[in-house]
Each structure stands twice: as structure tokens, then as C-alpha cells.
């Protein structure tokens, strides 16, 4: 009769057992959409706040001030280009990149379609000086106006703002 009981408890633990860990597996894989959910969610919003300090240049029509704000503001973005296509007095354009930080290449840059390309750019060494020195090639008058596109990379980061000139 002993065996019996001590034969009945164990068999009722183990039951009562694999009943929790069944009901534990069961909850979990409810959880797992829900959580899958939430980090997309979460990975959505952290990129919508990255890019928040963009926003002022995200398809807008901003002044050649702005244009030397956003090179002051983005100075401290070690792979942050501003792309730049100004008119010229003669009706041409001139093309150039902007490396804010002051270090290194730009990127290379199809100034007709807005989008990256490989290699680098030759004429990007230009600083604020240049960007307000009034006879320079590079000068960008305070009222000029230019639309603003933000350049992305393969990842969908911000890594430049496009810049021209209407």
C-alpha cells in the first residue's frame, strides 16, 4: 500500500509538472507576435527620433543661411556630407560636397537624380569660408533658395543633406 501512495505521488508531480512547463510553452508562444510587434515598433520610433534633427530639411525649400546653419549644426557628424548644386550668374551650375567634420572624402554624387553613387567626389573640400566668402566659387548668398533632400544610404540612414538651388 506504501509503494501504492509513494507510486501515486511521483506520478501526480510529474503530471502537475509537465502541466506547468505545457501551460509556460503555451503563453510564450502567445508572447512571441506580441513581442515581435513591440521591436519593430521600438526600432521604428528610435529611427524616427534619429532622424527628428532632420526634419527642417526633409523635402523643404530653405534660404542659404540655413544652408550654412546645417553646416554649423552637422559639423560634429563624422560621415555627414551637405551636397550642394548652385546656380552661377552664366546660367551654369556648380556642383560641390561639404564634409561639415573636415575630415576626409565625400562620397560620390549624381547631382541630376539626388542618389549616391560609388567612388568620391573630387571638389568637396570646401569649408564656410568658402561658403561665405562673397567672390569665391563656392559663395551661397544668405536669401538664395534651395530645396532640401535628405540623402540616405543603403540602410535607410541619414548620411547628407542634398541642397539645390531653385
Known sequence: MEN???FLKTT???LITLAIISAGIFLWNKTIPVLE????QASIQAMELADQQYSAYDNQLVSGSQLNTAYRRYSNHDVFVLYVQKKNNNGTRTNF???????????????????LKT??????YVNEDDLQSYSGTYYVPPQSKFQAVLVRDLNNSVIGIYFKEQ
Open 119 to 124: 567612388g568620391t567626389l573630387a571638389n568637396c
Open 97 to 115: 560636397g561639404i564634409r561639415p567634420s573636415g575630415s576626409g572624402p565625400c562620397r560620390d554624387f549624381d547631382f541630376s537624380t539626388g542618389k
Open 37 to 40: 510587434l513591440a521591436n519593430n
Open 4 to 6: 501504492i501512495a509513494s
Open 12 to 14: 501526480i508531480s510529474i
